[in-house]
């Protein structure tokens, strides 16, 4: 019984010790690994600054006038501008990014003054970084703007917010008086239950005002869409192309919700960053209301017809089907000369720069 207990205790004191040792190479490969991912970062913006001084000294011009005269405008100007001003050691620089809209013309004259750049002898560089912080202190506020209406909630009692839900229903069944404001009928452009008011509280007022809009701006296409979801079979796709894509299932979806869904998936896209590159190539200035609710259109539009060529089995793949159209969007979104290009009604007020 002793000799049991002794091998036992040797055989635990031998495992503690391999597994201390195991634990001990371990952190000290995570440590190694964090201090050479420390050194590298301070080594690469050490290095930074030294070539950024070198070139100032080669060409005579600062970062961000070669990033103004070597690159076109557009997204690609405006997110290296970006860059340049946020990683900046001035706290001049790093605040403009943030500055108000009125306070744009003052900001610019003090980076020139910083800069020690003369403006008689380089007008242009004024006005192209004016344009560059319109676009990114304008995308910041829409951030807000969005935000804003995402977080106030559908109120019945609120006269504006039942106008904006009946204006919906008049502009997408013109034809079809709805008989009660609870009613029933609310399911047919896609809501859930007879009082569309519970199906916004993901959402907030900005599922409404997108679906208005689109519904507004656009209205041939938004019945449209609305009626290939209920009838999928009888969208504009041919017999032929029918059998050729075997959409004999054909299956539907619920407008509103799904408008009510890629609200959601706007909104993302706009937080995370991702709709810049749209935003600074389409809006010479600053990215407005407008021009998000012009991006939810053409999403929800591009869904539509991207849920008919995937013909799912059911619904219950539209999880799938969203997370694999988000992917290809985020994917075209990437190319810095990228624009989700307009080619309907609602978008004829965008202007490529």
Request: proline share 4%; net charge positive; charged share 25%.
């Amino acid at each position: 019984m002793v000799d049991f207990f002794l091998g036992s205790s040797c055989w635990w004191w031998l495992l503690s010790a391999l597994f201390q040792s195991s634990s001990g190479r371990v952190l000290s490969f995570v440590f190694d690994r964090m201090l050479f991912q420390v050194c590298l970062y301070f080594y690469c913006k050490f290095l930074w600054r030294c070539l950024k001084f070198v070139m100032r000294k080669l060409t005579g011009r600062c970062e961000l006038q070669r990033i103004c005269y070597n690159t076109k405008p557009g997204a690609s100007r405006t997110m290296k501008i970006e860059t340049s001003l946020r990683d900046s050691k001035s706290k001049l620089l790093q605040t403009s990014v943030t500055a108000h809209p009125d306070a744009i013309e003052k900001t610019i004259e003090d980076i020139m003054e910083l800069k020690q750049i003369n403006p008689d002898i380089n007008p242009q560089l004024g006005i192209s970084l004016q344009a560059c912080l319109l676009q990114i202190v304008g995308y910041r506020n829409l951030i807000a703007d969005v935000e804003k209406l995402r977080r106030e909630p559908y109120d019945s009692d609120n006269p504006q917010h039942e106008e904006m839900l009946l204006k919906l229903w008049k502009f997408l069944k013109p034809n079809t008086p709805l008989e009660s404001r609870i009613s029933k009928q609310w399911c047919e452009i896609g809501f859930q239950g007879d009082d569309p008011k519970t199906d916004f509280r993901g959402m907030g007022l900005l599922g409404l005002y997108n679906l208005q809009y689109f519904a507004e701006r656009d209205s041939a296409a938004a019945q449209q869409v609305l009626s290939d979801s209920l009838h999928p079979k009888c969208s504009k796709f041919s017999k032929a192309e029918w059998e050729k894509k075997r959409m004999d299932k054909a299956i539907g979806y619920s407008f509103a919700i799904v408008g009510i869904n890629i609200t959601d998936l706007a909104y993302n896209l706009l937080v995370s960053g991702a709709l810049k590159t749209h935003f600074y190539n389409i809006a010479p200035e600053a990215p407005t209301l407008s021009h998000f609710q012009q991006t939810f259109c053409y999403l929800m539009h591009e869904f539509h017809k991207f849920w008919i060529e995937e013909d799912p089995m059911d619904i219950m793949e539209f999880n799938r089907v969203r997370e694999k159209f988000r992917k290809r969007i985020i994917k075209q979104l990437q190319n810095p000369d990228m624009a989700l290009c307009p080619h309907f009604a609602a978008s004829e007020g965008l202007i490529n720069m």
